[in-house]
């Protein structure tokens, strides 16, 4: 239970009761997400303390009330539950519904044992997949909802900037999808290193680094794609520096409040583009996919897992700017 900014209790609470439609979860594993973290500084928007956070998650359903899935399947849950009938839901874009309501924000999300679920927000599992890997089906859904956003096409060159649960996942994406990671982006050297072994090309660390490489590479060598998962503004700004003329740069990270100064001339200048990216999509069935046939690695994703009862050591361990962490998750049942 976050009671407020950095005030995370671990209680024992009434277990959730599945309205009609629903079902009821017990939840295996939650990974704690960057907005789980921005939420936990008291630095998001769209939800009030006391919050019980949450949103990348697996479990294992144990009552229903939808005829849309039964006990006993696994299964990872979408995060947004919408209106379903306004212009935004239409166009599968419920993350935009004037009347959004989010699992982990504004409802009570899975760093618990069980939680409630509309049967229409739970995705099935395959017996042959992890029940702590496929909580990276939402931030993997994300990712493939960025490439979607950005047109990404086989054979094009990317640049991922910020390397962390989310921009791991950009980058494995990517890859799967037929494009050439050629440079990833990240000051931390442990999440340089995992990126590298996942297949970019390049890796990089600081501005300095990234200004000799652009001049280096030339216009017509530089990424058709740059996604920028860090949302710090200074990583906008590379990121805009990074992409070729006529290019696209996709941003998925975002930090509340920050602003970050551009100059306005260079959306003309490189005829570049910049296509703003927000929640899963409709790829959460994608991304299982992916997971289930091992074309996303999550091993060097999910670096370390705590078990419910240290719920605040998780996350003030993925609040650390300069350790070795990149996705903590929580382990609710084994």
């Not at 990121?239 to 100059?263: H, S, T």
Request: charged share 20%.
């Amino acid at each position: 239970m976050l009671n407020g900014p950095r005030d995370l209790t671990v209680e024992t609470v009434p277990d959730p009761r599945p309205p009609e439609g629903w079902a009821l979860v017990r939840v295996s594993h939650n990974a704690i997400c960057g907005s789980d973290v921005s939420l936990f500084n008291n630095a998001w928007h769209g939800s009030a303390f006391p919050a019980v956070p949450g949103h990348e998650w697996s479990g294992v359903v144990v009552e229903s009330r939808s005829p849309l899935v039964a006990p006993g399947a696994r299964v990872a849950g979408e995060i947004a539950m919408a209106c379903g009938h306004c212009r935004w839901c239409r166009a599968n874009q419920r993350v935009m519904c004037p009347e959004l309501k989010e699992f982990g924000f504004t409802d009570p999300g899975a760093c618990a044992e069980y939680i409630a679920v509309p049967g229409e927000n739970l995705v099935p599992l395959p017996a042959g997949l992890d029940l702590l890997t496929a909580t990276q089906a939402e931030p993997l859904a994300v990712a493939l909802h960025a490439l979607h956003r950005v047109r990404l096409e086989a054979g094009e060159r990317v640049a991922v900037v910020g390397c962390g649960g989310i921009g791991l996942n950009v980058l494995q994406a990517a890859r799967a999808t037929g494009a050439r990671v050629v440079l990833a982006v990240d000051p931390r050297e442990n999440r340089a290193a995992v990126a590298a072994r996942l297949g970019a090309d390049t890796v990089l660390s600081g501005d300095g680094q990234v200004a000799e490489w652009i001049a280096a590479t030339g216009p017509a060598g530089l990424p058709d794609v740059v996604i920028d998962a860090c949302g710090e503004p200074e990583a906008l700004r590379r990121a805009c520096d990074l992409v070729a003329p006529g290019g696209r740069v996709g941003v998925i990270g975002y930090r509340v409040g920050k602003q970050v100064e551009l100059m306005s001339a260079g959306w003309t200048l490189k005829l570049m583009e910049t296509i703003g990216v927000m929640g899963p999509g409709h790829y959460m069935p994608r991304a299982v996919d992916l997971l289930a046939r091992g074309a996303v690695r999550t091993e060097d994703v999910i670096t370390d897992v705590l078990p419910l009862a240290e719920a605040g050591k998780a996350f003030l361990l993925a609040d650390q700017k300069d350790g070795d962490a990149i996705r903590v998750a929580v382990r609710a049942h084994e």
